[in-house]
């Protein structure tokens, strides 16, 4: 079945130590997102790609960094400069901007992540 | 630039009533208008959406919305809700202008009581 497989599910980290989250699609989309998600606050986009080897910062990119290789994968890394990282994440894909695209996103399981 | 409004942050019911979720939304273009749904630690999976065509569209679950043109709203409902439905639901409309991303409401809370 075609999908998006976010990694690990759950994850404990120390202050100040960087951590990534994987984010692979097999849905052969050429757009990619990431979300960060607080009890309240709704979605707020991090970083979105649209092709391989470039992306876009969303509006809290600050103290997050990505990077798009491959088209299947879009990696989130959480540094040490993120103040408040503990939060749900959530990646998406879409199809490519143009014809035919309406803005529905295809989301992954998610993954938490407690800075201790 | 494009708004979601979802007018209640929480919405308790109980089991077997009916239930609506409102959402406003402001664009300046024709719009397409999502509904997806969250239950606790995982993903938005979507419901149902608004392409074009009949203004009133039907979804997973039972669940319906309305497109409103002139209200500018995309209410969603169901008319008999179970203890399973208790999700967290966001409201989202599709870009327009020069970017492709959609914007999302901050989402309502669903808690149905037995």
């Known amino acids: 079945d075609g999908g998006i497989t976010q990694s690990p599910k759950y994850l404990f980290r120390k202050e100040g130590q960087n951590v990534t989250l994987s984010c692979e699609q097999n849905?052969?989309?050429?757009?990619m997102y990431w979300y960060r998600q607080d009890p309240g606050q709704g979605l707020r986009l991090i970083y979105y790609?649209?092709?391989?080897?470039?992306?876009q910062k969303g509006d809290i990119a600050e103290g997050y960094s990505v990077s798009r290789e491959k088209k299947e994968s879009f990696p989130l890394t959480v540094t040490s400069a993120q103040k408040n990282p503990t939060a749900f994440y959530l990646c998406?894909?879409?199809?490519?901007?143009?014809?035919?695209?309406?803005?529905?996103?295809?989301f992954g399981e998610g993954s938490r992540l407690t800075v201790l | 630039a494009q708004s979601v409004t979802q007018l209640d942050s929480q919405v308790p019911v109980f089991e077997e009533a009916p239930v609506e979720l409102r959402c406003n939304y402001s664009?300046?273009?024709?719009?397409?208008l999502f509904w997806y749904v969250q239950y606790p630690n995982q993903g938005l999976q979507l419901l149902l959406k608004?392409?074009?065509?009949?203004?009133l569209v039907k979804g997973i679950n039972g669940f319906e919305a309305e497109f409103n043109k002139s209200q500018t709203s995309f209410h969603l409902r169901k008319p008999s809700v179970h203890i399973s439905d208790t999700a967290e639901y966001f409201c989202?409309?599709?870009?327009?202008?020069?970017?492709?991303?959609?914007?999302f409401g901050r989402g309502t809370s669903l808690i149905v009581h037995p």
């Open positions: 998406a894909s879409s199809p490519r901007p143009g014809t035919g695209y309406t803005g529905e996103l295809f």
């Open positions: 849905l052969n989309h050429d757009a």
């Open positions: 790609s649209q092709i391989v080897n470039d992306f």
């Open positions: 664009s300046s273009v024709s719009v397409y």
């Open positions: 608004y392409l074009s065509g009949s203004t």
């Open positions: 989202a409309v599709g870009p327009s202008g020069g970017s492709y991303i959609p914007t």
